[in-house]
Every structure is written in structure tokens, then in C-alpha cells.
């Protein structure tokens, strides 16, 4: 919601809702259409079949099904995701654990991500400082996913252990954008 109201100011935008077939989905794309609807913004509401292939995690399932709309809307349209810093260090464990560790890149075709520098406090702070709604999802509390058993059970022991992680993975964001960037 921060990114929503903090690009809409600017610039012309849309905004597009992946609803993963839970009751808060449902309940968060009414609430994010009623905010659109109430300035005026274009919002697109997506509902992601439940059906997932064999062998394919839930959140495997739903990331590749909102990349396949991403890819169509993108060869009309720039797409913005809100992927920020926290975002970016959590993937960056994951994978690590995975045996490669990763950065989301900046970009994906025509998928930008530009705010991956941006700690998610300061995206709440921005939202408290301009009134900006938002609602929380009650699934990013349930470890049973991975990225939130690393959000809630694992980062707070990483941070112990260095407690600069989120400096550690800043680096390596602007080293992978300097490298993509270079080569261009």
C-alpha cells in the first residue's frame, strides 16, 4: 500500500491483486479495490486456481502463477513489484540454505523491482506518516511456509549471529545491480 500511494502521486498507475483463494485474500482485494476505487486508480483482481502441480510447493505455485500474469501485462505495461530489502535477505537465507545464495534481481523482463533497497519498517513508516490503510495477512504468521518460519523462527537467531545481515545482503543487491548494469 506505501508503494501504491507513493508511486500514485507521481505517476499514473495500476494496481494489480493476486487473490490465492484464502478468505484474507478475498478480504484484502476488496479492500484494496475500495482504496483504488476511492482515488480514482485502475486495480486488476486476479484469483489463482488452488490446482497445483505434484511436487510443487504452495508458494512455488502462487509465485509462478502471478509471473505468468506479470509476463502478459508486462508487454503492455512496466510492472513494479514491492519486493523490498527484508524481502531480499529473507530469499537471500533461503537460497543460501538451498546451497546457492541468491539476490532478486532488479529486473525480469519487463518486472522491475526497485525498491529492494528499502527496509520494510520504512515502507510501514511511510504509510503511518500518510494515512496509508493496509491490512495484514494472518497467513504470514503460520511457519508452516517456509519464507515465514524463516521471517519468524530463523532471522531473529541470524540477526544474533550478525546483526548487520541487512547491510551484508545491501551490498550484494548493488553489487548484482552493478554487474547487470555494467554489462548492458
Given at each position: 500500500?506505501?508503494?501504491?500511494?507513493?508511486?500514485?502521486?507521481?505517476?499514473?498507475?495500476?494496481?494489480?491483486?493476486?487473490?490465492?483463494?484464502?478468505?484474507?485474500?478475498?478480504?484484502?482485494?476488496?479492500?484494496?479495490?475500495?482504496?483504488?476505487?476511492?482515488?480514482?486508480?485502475?486495480?486488476?483482481?486476479?484469483?489463482?486456481?488452488?490446482?497445483?502441480?505434484?511436487?510443487?510447493?504452495?508458494?512455488?505455485?502462487?509465485?509462478?502463477?502471478?509471473?505468468?500474469?506479470?509476463?502478459?501485462?508486462?508487454d503492455w505495461y512496466p510492472v513494479v513489484?514491492?519486493?523490498?530489502?527484508?524481502?531480499?535477505?529473507?530469499?537471500?537465507?533461503?537460497?543460501?540454505?538451498?546451497?546457492?545464495?541468491?539476490?532478486?534481481?532488479?529486473?525480469?523482463?519487463?518486472?522491475?523491482?526497485?525498491?529492494?533497497?528499502?527496509?520494510?519498517?520504512?515502507?510501514?513508516?511511510?504509510?503511518?506518516?500518510?494515512?496509508?490503510?493496509?491490512?495484514?495477512?494472518?497467513?504470514?504468521?503460520?511457519?508452516?511456509?517456509?519464507?515465514?518460519?524463516?521471517?519468524?523462527?530463523?532471522?531473529?537467531?541470524?540477526?544474533?549471529?550478525?546483526?548487520?545481515?541487512?547491510?551484508?545482503?545491501?551490498?550484494?543487491?548493488?553489487?548484482?545491480?552493478?554487474?547487470?548494469?555494467?554489462?548492458?
Open positions: 500500500m506505501a508503494v501504491l500511494d507513493f508511486l500514485s502521486r507521481r505517476h499514473s498507475v495500476q494496481a494489480i491483486y493476486f487473490d490465492h483463494g484464502t478468505e484474507h485474500g478475498r478480504r484484502a482485494g476488496i479492500f484494496l479495490l475500495e482504496y483504488c476505487r476511492q482515488r480514482d486508480i485502475e486495480c486488476w483482481y486476479k484469483v489463482i486456481k488452488a490446482d497445483r502441480p505434484r511436487g510443487v510447493s504452495q508458494e512455488e505455485h502462487w509465485r509462478n502463477e502471478r509471473y505468468k500474469e506479470f509476463d502478459v501485462i508486462s513489484t514491492c519486493h523490498h530489502l527484508d524481502d531480499c535477505v529473507e530469499t537471500w537465507i533461503w537460497s543460501s540454505l538451498h546451497g546457492e545464495g541468491k539476490i532478486i534481481p532488479y529486473r525480469r523482463r519487463d518486472v522491475i523491482r526497485p525498491f529492494r533497497l528499502v527496509e520494510k519498517r520504512n515502507l510501514r513508516l511511510w504509510a503511518e506518516m500518510h494515512d496509508v490503510p493496509w491490512i495484514e495477512d494472518d497467513s504470514n504468521k503460520d511457519t508452516c511456509y517456509t519464507r515465514n518460519y524463516i521471517r519468524h523462527e530463523l532471522m531473529p537467531h541470524a540477526l544474533r549471529v550478525n546483526p548487520g545481515l541487512s547491510k551484508v545482503v545491501k551490498k550484494k543487491v548493488l553489487n548484482d545491480d552493478y554487474q547487470a548494469f555494467s554489462c548492458v
